[in-house]
């Protein structure tokens, strides 16, 4: 068997999500307290008065929530990816998490709540590749408290989680639910059907409006039980679409692009939690609510990549669009980012991952009764979003 996939599969067929050409140096970002300055919290009063103006001469929100993807943090030094296409800020993205709570905190003390869209830490910290085999003992816990302790310095009482292949990567799903959902998390056994194992769940944050939370790694070969009907369906998936993973070749060479998603770091959502989003969706029509999905991994390609989307992406899209009631897809995992506006006028929205991104990508989302404006800070465009 695999065991832990990030463990067995390693060598030249491995992307930038399991293995590290090599570790380069770089310098470290500056002082904490430079690039607090930067945001008007060190010594920048006309910062925070300039935003504060700009707040209160807009048209006040039905709510507002804030929003990061990819902290990705490991207490390693900085390096290029596998395929040398990104520049991975590890130590520095504990300090970009760090800068977007004194930014909430400061101009934004009222948001409900933050949705973290996955990959808190990295998979190194297991210790089990890359910059991690030089761990004299697993680092996981350890980085997962300090990332967790900065979310409990935030005024807002609550914080969502999606999870992402990097917390499978060093936690199965039980120990997820004793070291992150402890925190300024809803119990999870208040969410429908929600067990140790499942991570998925709505809530309603105004009555207008349902959010729903799913795991895009309900069927995968990372947070699941050898021999279990999960793992054994993921390995099918892969196996029939992208046989280069199994055979220890480059995973997507003389693949179709169609077939790029067919990979370790993505997963499929189950027919069980599909029953269940058409459910939650079908009730929330008939409430005149919409609704916002948030997951790590995108479903849409065009706001992503063939190579970072749900492995069932088009069934799940197929419940969206019969629902005629989702207005955004919250997604992480890609690091670029991206954006489109889908055939039934669904936006889906990529946040761009703070790992890859020095100056840190997080903002605020204020929700209207005709759209949805993000205030971005650092690397995340700020955007307006129409709704139909």
Not at 78 to 103: H, M, P, Q, V
Not at 167 to 192: C, G, I, M, V, W
């Amino acid at each position: 068997g695999w065991g832990n996939p990030v463990q067995k599969l390693t060598g030249p067929a491995v992307e930038a999500e399991s293995k590290q050409d090599e570790i380069q140096e770089a310098s470290e970002w500056a002082q904490r307290g430079a690039c607090l300055a930067g945001l008007g919290l060190a010594g920048g009063a006309s910062i925070a008065e300039e935003e504060e103006s700009q707040r209160a001469s807009s048209e006040e929100p039905l709510f507002r929530f804030g929003v990061i993807a990819d902290v990705q943090y490991a207490d390693i030094d900085n390096a290029t990816s596998f395929g040398g296409g990104e520049y991975r800020f590890y130590r520095g993205t504990l300090d970009s998490l760090a800068k977007s709570i004194d930014w909430w905190n400061l101009h934004y003390p009222d948001i409900q709540f933050i949705a973290n869209l996955g990959d808190l830490i990295d998979g190194q910290n297991a210790g089990g590749y890359g910059a991690g085999l030089n761990f004299s003992e697993p680092q996981s816990a350890v980085a997962l408290e300090r990332v967790v302790s900065q979310f409990r310095r935030s005024l807002c009482p609550t914080v969502h989680h999606a999870i992402g292949n990097h917390e499978l990567y060093n936690f199965d799903r039980e120990q997820l639910h004793s070291h992150l959902f402890k925190d300024k998390t809803p119990p999870l056994s208040e969410a429908p059907g929600a067990t140790p194992s499942q991570l998925y769940y709505s809530f309603r944050p105004h009555p207008q409006w349902r959010f729903l939370l799913i795991d895009c790694y309900d069927i995968a070969v990372q947070g699941r039980e050898e021999g279990s009907e999960q793992m054994a369906k993921a390995r099918q998936l892969i196996a029939e679409n992208n046989p280069n993973v199994f055979a220890g070749k480059n995973w997507f060479e003389g693949v179709h692009p169609s077939k790029h998603r067919f990979v370790p770091y993505n997963g499929a959502v189950g027919s069980s939690q599909l029953e269940w989003l058409r459910a939650q969706l079908s009730e929330a029509k008939k409430g005149g609510e919409r609704c916002v999905v948030m997951t790590h991994v995108p479903l849409d390609p065009r706001a992503s990549s063939p190579k970072t989307v749900v492995w069932n992406y088009p069934d799940v899209m197929s419940v969206i669009r019969e629902s005629e009631c989702v207005a955004l897809v919250l997604a992480g995992h890609h690091h670029p980012g991206g954006y489109v506006q889908d055939e039934g006028g669904c936006h889906h929205l990529t946040i761009e991952g703070s790992l890859t991104h020095e100056n840190g990508a997080f903002g605020v989302f204020e929700v209207h009764e005709d759209h949805l404006k993000l205030v971005g800070k650092g690397d995340l465009p700020s955007r307006k979003l129409e709704l139909r």
